[in-house]
């Protein structure tokens, strides 16, 4: 069983601080990973997407891949009160490629 | 380009009736999935269909069944509803199985 393991939080930050949620997964096969990002009552939206072990930044957001360990990170700077949701990690690969969704992280920014 | 499409956006049924989820994908999306959404769950995967065909199915009963069309637009059937089907259903496109997939607004089901 594919599994997708995140911290439920909540996470609560100050508003300019950096956030940094974590995700691990159990499946060595999983090549590509992904974080969403969705708002109480909306459908989750993309914002990461990463293939490779190292870094990934796209503005203030930075993903973090470290396959060794099966563990993925996503960093938000000078986080902002409207970044106050929850974070879905998901992972796909190995023998379907079926994309698996952790739980989620929910983060608050405080202002 | 138009985002992912479902309809109804609502929808209110009895115990015991069917309902039909519709989805339209992005434009050139031929990968699409169904997960359903309830409070304290997560994303449940329900199915997976590429190019007309079902990839992979989740742990739904078979009360739950789907479909894709020729032009990837794809409908959920879920038959004799019981209360525990009142969730939010989302659809997601992708290019293909394993790509970034892109959800709908999804349909918000209740079942009274």
């Known amino acids: 069983q594919k599994e997708v393991e995140q911290n439920s939080g909540p996470l609560s930050v100050p508003e300019g601080a950096i956030a940094s949620l974590n995700c691990t997964y159990s499946d060595r096969g999983s090549q590509s990973f992904f974080w969403y990002r969705q708002y109480s009552g909306k459908s989750p939206e993309l914002i990461m997407s990463i293939y490779s072990n190292g870094d990934k930044e796209d503005g203030r957001f930075t993903a973090q891949l470290n396959k060794a360990s099966q563990y993925v990170s996503l960093l938000i700077r000078d986080s902002q009160p409207s970044d106050s949701a929850t974070y879905l990690c998901a992972a796909s690969g190995g023998s379907n490629y079926k994309l698996t969704f952790g739980k989620g992280t929910l983060l608050t920014v405080n202002p | 380009k138009a985002g992912v499409t479902q309809t109804p956006r609502y929808l209110i049924k009895t115990r015991g009736q069917q309902v039909t989820l519709s989805c339209s994908p992005i434009s050139g999306h031929r990968s699409v999935s169904w997960y359903q959404q309830t409070p304290g769950q997560g994303l449940q995967f329900l199915f997976e269909y590429f190019s007309e065909t079902q990839r992979n199915k989740g742990n739904f009963p078979g009360r739950f069944s789907g479909r894709q069309f020729s032009n990837s637009r794809s409908e959920m059937n879920v038959s004799t509803l019981e209360l525990g089907d009142s969730a939010l259903y989302l659809c997601?496109?992708?290019?293909?199985?394993?790509?970034?997939?892109?959800f709908g607004p999804g349909t918000r089901l209740t079942v009274t």
């Open positions: 997601a496109s992708s290019r293909r199985w394993g790509d970034e997939q892109y």
